[in-house]
């Protein structure tokens, strides 16, 4: 420990190293329902609210409550440096804190120092802020434990951008995530050792593995994904996503990502018309066949006759 500037305030430092990948180690750190299950440091409180829009300049947020309700505080400041994988530095009143996260040999060391405050003793403070970190790390442990595979996985080939490709879907659609990035323990054919290699996540609830196997093989038709959509509205807006983020239309709800994967948008209305069969389902396929994007009123026209 060092003081600096204003002799109120000490520079204090805690540390842990958590075994797990940094992607996985940062996306704890960072996301709103992970801080949620790691940021106390006792047994008796929790935290139950939790807000992160993590860019520079962008806010967060913490309440911290006992569990019987006797107390309560908020955490709150502000981002003013973001290096993805590597450093985060906030302000939070006149005080200010930097994290540092260090990949190693036994797993990445996540080093916090931060300004003291003058209400509680340096050895109260240290050891309560030592004692959140070490609740990360049993959180991050607990978590890559709790991690089970799926009996049934889409596995999805890319050139090389996985993972854009799957922070693009959870973006994009409901019930979607990024899960563990993996990387190259060793040269391959088109990557490096510590390449991303493959990238877990999920689609409206389906499991898929992005895997970066460089350009051999190109996507078609022959695959697609199908998300469902209750109106116009839900309709447009993942069309929209899609097409507005380098893809490009096609015909009868169809459309490819940036990335040439096929997408089917598909308003329950239309497979709906279809599975009633006859002169409805003729006529709503008929408006469909002349169609790029589904026109919802259209379908529901069509089925009227």
Known sequence: MEAIGDPTFTWL??????????????????????????????DDWHTTKATVDLREGGAFSSRMEAKDGSIGFDFAGTYTKIVEHKRIEYAFGDRKAEIEFTP????VTVRVTFDSEPTHSIEQQQGGWQAI????ARH???????RTVAKNTICVWYDKDAEAAA??????????????????????PFGKAGDVLTVEFTVAGIPCLGLNGGPAFKHSEAFSFQIATDDQQETDR?????????????????????????????????????????????RAFEAMMGMKKIDVTAIEAARRG
């Open 13 to 42: 430092k805690v540390e842990t190293t958590v075994a797990a990948p940094i992607e996985q180690v940062w996306r704890a750190y960072t996301t709103p329902a992970d801080i949620m299950n790691w940021n106390a440091a006792s």
């Open 104 to 107: 190693g040999p036994k797993g």
């Open 133 to 136: 970190l070490d609740n990360f």
């Open 140 to 146: 991050v442990k607990a978590k890559s434990k709790e």
């Open 167 to 188: 922070r693009f879907y959870a973006e994009t659609f409901p019930e979607s995530s990024v899960g563990a990035i993996h990387r190259a323990p060793s040269d391959y």
């Open 238 to 282: 993942y069309w929209n996503a899609i097409v507005g983020n380098g893809g490009q239309e096609s015909a009868c709800g169809w459309c490819k990502d940036k990335w040439g994967v096929s997408w089917q948008i598909t308003p329950r209305v239309l497979t709906d018309a279809l599975a009633a069969g006859g002169d409805e389902a003729k």
